[in-house]
């Protein structure tokens, strides 16, 4: 259970809850007194779903049934987060998570924190032992990151920095880092620097013309290994009684992912 | 880190090691005294190893360049781990981590464990306070999961039960689950009672048939909702200096990931 | 040239030109006097263009560049053509091309004709002595592919009729049949009585229930060979100066093409 | 038909006939005196073929079912041709052939010949009237595609040059044109004297580093517009009776294709 999110089984004023009607009606709103619910299938009022089991199925005003789920990161991240930016998604942050090793007890480091999204899922798999680093230059997005982590109550897992990485990272001894900024390639040294001896990195890259050039920063400096790319598609299914079809519209393109590991510059061994 | 990886920074005998020199030429090997690795770009002893930072770069016996990388979950993964039986790939397994949630203290159910692949993810990630609860009806495959946990120090946070899930689950108050199973239409009834209330559970399916005999039976059942059925591709880049591209070879297809939270069956609301 | 489209090389009343501002702005116009073309980045007096060289630059009011482009085929599929079906894509149709191997002089039989968006690409690939016998069951459809087919002079290449498939087809000796139809599953007789022997014939089938359901009615059926499935993606990648991606948003699914050939349906050789 | 295929319903001696097994067992054959299919199934005697009916169906000297199909385009293009350099698959020409609106009559340029894949496909395409022009600066890849183009008999469509493009074409007033050559931006000028104004051409590029570097010719040169890249994949769907899936195995890039139209220079109007 992600710290913020509700422990319980049953719906309290200002606990939250997921209002589902169908996969285009789907709400995660904090109950509050004398709240409404509204929606083109009707409405409902918060007040009489305080009481009942997460699990429950409601009517709205217009007799259309309504799940009450209990929040989940997923839900979260889709629904309930305030962005500003350009987001990280679920299919690119799960892979981004297998592929650093993200664990209990980590020292993360991230590169280009934005509003936090990413953040939280970092910082939600490295509990309660772990930490993550997070380093962002503007500041306004620093503090909807702020806002964002405190309302799942996991900003005391997190250090967030208003300061330029390219500039250096105070930490070392880092465990894994995830960079996504429009230049990676200025700070391979900072990051060379902060990680362990064979720690991986991952970075988020949109365009084509951002791995070329990461590529070629990253060899040129000879820091790392195990150099990989790669970009994951998600394609949705749609599903109803007699007509199970792959969706009409799709995501094309979020962005690459490269990969790479800490190694000596120069061969420092007897062997 | 994960418990049964090296928390060293120093090679040592009965220790682990990738040799990576590059992306097909790359093992994890156990160091042992007098051992050798051996490929066509040369040989190294494993005995010059110890003593080694991890992040090293030696000569095989061809004087190529061969990186010491500190062991990740994903090596283990991709090179170390017995299997047996398909497994989910990290492509998948990433976005089910995020669409389930998991995170440390939780208690998981698996329906279909194999040879423990997604096991030993799940277990990595639900340290130190969680638990998976892992079913499985081929004996052989179990004793191959419950050496795959063994060596990665894992097994302390999953219980292996050769039982068959259709017949019903132990466990109640489960946070999450994975079903990885030919027929997961059969094992709805076991889940539907395992689960908390709006708890997620999802489900791997190889084939179309599948999908329309589980969406069917998940629609009979009525105690699902928020049912949702994606794939996802991963598309490898190949880098080289004059030449970025996808890789020419790719894996099309492993499985659909369906996805449904149990809600209760029958409007029992007062809204 | 497709014959409906212009042979000259010089814009004329009554001729039609695509009017390309950028990739969101372009338009296929008939150039009619005192005609006005009108966008955000300005208009055009048709008047003006009369006399003009196809490939010229203009500027508009607004003193933008718009290109003056002679149409072609692929123009009309995607700007100029009146739909009211769903039609198959450019991707598609160019494999279906290919798989079935349409060529000048071909017999070719269509059964799903809708607004005749695939039969303007067949009729123009089987010129000039080919032909396409066009069946589809809905009159108001029928109408529009009449005057799709004659705004490209490409009518007399094919005959429209208004006829259920399921009992018949009027023709034999077919090269080639393109099916699509909500229920293909019924017109294997009909189409098997209509094929040359080892003639291939497509099915275009949005869902994955048609599929399934195809596949036992062929196979049930025996009289079919060399029976494929696949599906075709477009992805495209968007260009700029810094910034060179594939686009954010994709067309995820159109439907899948399946294929098979006409066969005896018994042992009937010597050998 | 394709001039060199068959033009019978019935196997005749100096004649085609696919030997269908399965996907995987299928064979492209010309019937010679004495001759032998052999395969893992059975083999079958090659002049008891001779007199039946394309169609038919056969027993091998194990006993397994076999078909006898007329060879199309497509058979020829998997089985049949004699490849020596990479091909562009018929996914991606069959997109090329739609974008381009290639259609009897057409004079088409292609520069970068190969062994004449491609130039089959559009040979094929234009006659009998078009015609293409075809640039290889390779000898021995210009003599095996003569003799895939005389095989089929397609070669009276078709002038084949032992000449490189970059140093001009001699060819002017050419509707469409496909390049495939690995440097692209040398034959920008040339590729711009032999089109017709607002003719368009498609590169075909295997790598990213081609895309950009393209792109930015193409802009810098000002002669072309409406340029447009995508990639097309196709995946295939296995098709069994309890078991219809995607592929496991996929091919995952072969080139992105773009596009671009010439235009004049400069503003050349009135307007």
Same mark, same amino acid.
């Given at each position: ?11 309290? /004023? #200002?606990?939250?809850?997921?209002? /589902? ?20 299938? *009707?409405? @409902? ?12 199925? =409601?009517?709205?005003?217009? #007799?259309?049934?309504? &799940?009450?789920?209990?929040?989940? @990161?997923?839900?979260?991240?889709e629904l309930g987060i305030r962005r500003v930016t350009q987001v990280i998604y679920p299919k690119d942050l799960g892979l981004?998570?297998v592929l650093l090793g993200i664990a209990p007890g980590l020292r993360i480091l991230e590169i280009g924190v934005g509003t *936090?999204?990413? +953040?939280? %899922? ?10 993550? !680093?997070? !380093? ?7 503090? =909807?990151?702020? +806002?964002?982590?405190?309302?799942? $109550?996991?900003?005391?897992? %997190?250090?967030? $920095? ?16 995830? %960079?996504?900024?429009?230049?990676? &390639?200025?700070?391979?040294?900072? @990051?060379? #620097?902060?990680?362990? &001896? ?6 988020? @890259? ?6 070329? $050039?990461?590529?070629?920063? =990253?060899?040129?400096?000879? *820091? ?26 799709? %995501?094309?393109? +979020? *962005? !690459?992912?490269?990969y790479a590991r800490k190694v000596f510059k120069y061969s420092n061994a007897k062997a």
């Open positions: 259970m992600t710290p913020g999110l509700s422990k319980n089984d049953i719906i309290e /004023y #200002n606990g939250s809850v997921v209002i /589902y009607i169908d996969r285009r009606r789907r709400r995660l709103l904090r109950i509050h007194r004398g709240g409404t619910f509204s929606s083109d299938r *009707g409405n @409902l009022k918060l007040d009489d779903l305080v009481g009942l089991n997460y699990g429950s199925k =409601v009517k709205t005003s217009l #007799n259309i049934d309504a &799940w009450l789920l209990k929040p989940l @990161l997923i839900d979260y991240l981004i998570l *936090g999204n990413t +953040t939280i %899922v970092l910082a939600n798999s490295i509990r309660p032992d772990g930490h993550v !680093y997070g !380093y962002e230059i503007r500041e306004e997005f620093l503090r =909807v990151a702020q +806002t964002n982590l405190e309302a799942l $109550k996991l900003n005391q897992y %997190v250090t967030l $920095k208003l300061k330029d990485a390219r500039e250096g990272i105070d930490e070392t001894d880092i465990d894994a880092a995830v %960079v996504d900024i429009p230049d990676p &390639w200025n700070v391979l040294d900072s @990051l060379h #620097n902060a990680l362990k &001896w064979s720690a991986p990195a991952v970075f988020f @890259l949109p365009t084509m013309n951002q791995i070329l $050039k990461l590529f070629e920063a =990253v060899n040129r400096h000879r *820091g790392f290994t195990d150099i990989r790319c790669c970009e994951v598609f998600l394609r949705e299914i749609e599903l109803s009684s007699e007509s199970v079809k792959p969706s009409t519209t799709m %995501v094309g393109h +979020t *962005g !690459y992912i490269m």
